[in-house]
């Protein structure tokens, strides 16, 4: 009897710490890239849509809970998520307005002006964005929350965006032709959380659309590290040398 007791208790404490890694193991990559960012003051090796990307995943997974609901430490992961990205993006456009050479004009959401989508300079336009993207996507959902697959399509939609997440940053390395600015300790964390994850999902019987998406997302992950070592002769070549007097 004790020892069942003794098992139980362990199976619970588990639990509690796999669900609060889940909760909180999303942000905690962020961290290096944020202080990086902060401490250099330059926003050039982070890509914005990672935010984006972020953004509209845990936005629609908020919204998926609603249709199917899942396991609460999901939820406020993506609660905590778009908490977290939303400083992020503050920072970043900080950054890029206090250290703007030239005087350019305003770009506001508000002028629906494609070519500037998600490159405004004013935090408050990333804001009322997401505010408008949530207001429609919710009257969507409440008035087809009966119709099941387009309930799981809004799961597949959310898991998918998410999954693409590193998209953007590898991208934008492929595009630079190296990972100066990125900080390899997120991209390291990044597939460390998303393996561990992808097992809690599988574990937890989630969502097929879960673990499917936490498998991709790994692959992504995998590419982006590839490319750390692909262009770390780039960084060395790019980096000043100290002169020798």
Same mark, same amino acid.
């Given at each position: 009897?004790?020892?069942?007791?003794?098992?139980?208790?362990?199976?619970?404490?588990?639990?509690?710490?796999?669900?609060?890694?889940?909760?909180?193991?999303?942000?905690?990559?962020? !961290?290096?890239?944020? +202080?990086?960012?902060? @401490?250099?003051?330059?926003?050039?090796?982070?890509?914005?849509?990672?935010?984006?990307?972020?953004?509209?995943?845990?936005?629609?997974?908020?919204?998926?809970?609603?249709? +199917?609901?899942?396991?609460?430490?999901?939820?406020?992961?993506?609660?905590?998520?778009? !908490?977290?990205?939303?400083?992020?993006? +503050?920072?970043?456009?900080?950054?890029?307005?206090?250290?703007?050479? &030239?005087?350019?004009?305003? @770009?506001?959401?508000?002028?629906?002006?494609?070519?500037?989508?998600?490159?405004?300079?004013?935090?408050?336009?990333?804001?009322?964005?997401?505010?408008?993207?949530? !207001?429609?996507?919710?009257?969507?959902?409440?008035?087809?929350?009966?119709?099941?697959?387009?309930?799981?399509?809004?799961?597949?939609?959310?898991?998918?965006?998410?999954?693409?997440?590193?998209?953007?940053?590898?991208? +934008?390395?492929? &595009?630079?032709?190296?990972?100066?600015?990125?900080?390899?300790?997120?991209?390291?964390?990044? &597939?460390?959380?998303?393996?561990?994850?992808?097992?809690?999902?599988?574990?937890?019987?989630?969502?097929?659309?879960?673990?499917?998406?936490?498998?991709?997302? !790994?692959?992504?992950?995998?590419?982006?590290?590839?490319?750390?070592?692909?262009?770390?002769?780039?960084?060395?070549?790019?980096?000043?040398?100290? @002169?020798?007097?």
């Amino acid at each position: 009897m004790l020892e069942t007791c003794e098992k139980i208790t362990l199976e619970n404490l588990a639990g509690w710490l796999a669900s609060t890694a889940m909760i909180f193991g999303g942000v905690v990559p962020f !961290i290096p890239q944020y +202080r990086e960012i902060k @401490r250099k003051e330059d926003t050039e090796g982070f890509s914005l849509y990672v935010c984006l990307a972020l953004l509209i995943a845990n936005t629609l997974r908020i919204l998926f809970w609603f249709g +199917r609901h899942f396991e609460i430490p999901l939820l406020l992961q993506s609660i905590l998520m778009i !908490i977290a990205m939303f400083f992020m993006i +503050r920072l970043c456009v900080n950054i890029r307005n206090k250290h703007q050479i &030239t005087k350019q004009k305003a @770009r506001v959401f508000k002028d629906c002006n494609a070519k500037f989508f998600w490159k405004w300079t004013d935090f408050q336009s990333y804001v009322g964005f997401m505010l408008l993207f949530t !207001i429609v996507g919710a009257v969507v959902m409440y008035l087809l929350i009966d119709v099941q697959i387009f309930v799981e399509i809004i799961g597949l939609l959310a898991l998918l965006t998410e999954a693409m997440l590193g998209l953007p940053q590898f991208i +934008r390395n492929f &595009t630079n032709k190296s990972t100066e600015g990125m900080s390899i300790a997120m991209v390291a964390m990044w &597939t460390l959380g998303d393996t561990f994850k992808t097992c809690y999902f599988v574990q937890r019987h989630a969502p097929l659309q879960f673990g499917v998406c936490g498998g991709l997302q !790994i692959l992504i992950d995998l590419a982006i590290l590839f490319q750390v070592w692909f262009y770390r002769n780039n960084i060395l070549i790019m980096r000043p040398t100290a @002169r020798v007097d």
